[in-house]
């Protein structure tokens, strides 16, 4: 099963809002069984980042892991979501 992380700044607000959005593209892509979600805050997971095989972000990331993270924000705004969705998927195949 792969690993997907979504986190915001206090793992409360905008990540529940971008996990709803997920999980209900996971289930309309038929991922939802094959994909877990965990939801937290950047604070706690900045250094675990490799455990992960996703990592959706709705805040800023130290530079040093930017390179692994997805900008979840599209989710928040409705702009660049096919592109960031695509970048998951592939990240997950």
Same mark, same amino acid.
């Given at each position: 099963?792969?690993?997907?992380? =979504?986190?915001?700044?206090?793992?409360?607000?905008?990540? &529940?809002?971008?996990?709803?959005?997920? +999980?209900?593209?996971?289930?309309?892509?038929?991922? #939802?069984?094959?994909?877990?979600?965990?939801?937290?805050?950047?604070? #706690?997971?900045?250094?675990?980042?490799?455990?992960? #095989?996703?990592?959706?972000? &709705? &805040? &800023?990331?130290?530079?040093?892991?930017?390179? +692994?993270? =997805? #900008?979840?924000?599209?989710?928040?705004?409705? =702009?660049?979501?096919?592109?960031?969705?695509?970048? =998951?998927?592939?990240?997950?195949?």
């Amino acid at each position: 099963m792969k690993k997907l992380l =979504i986190m915001c700044g206090t793992g409360v607000a905008t990540s &529940t809002v971008v996990t709803n959005k997920v +999980k209900e593209w996971l289930k309309k892509e038929s991922m #939802d069984k094959e994909v877990k979600i965990i939801q937290s805050k950047v604070s #706690d997971e900045v250094g675990r980042l490799d455990e992960y #095989d996703v990592v959706l972000s &709705t &805040t &800023t990331v130290p530079e040093r892991v930017k390179d +692994k993270v =997805i #900008d979840g924000v599209p989710l928040l705004t409705g =702009i660049n979501v096919d592109e960031m969705y695509k970048e =998951i998927k592939d990240k997950l195949s």
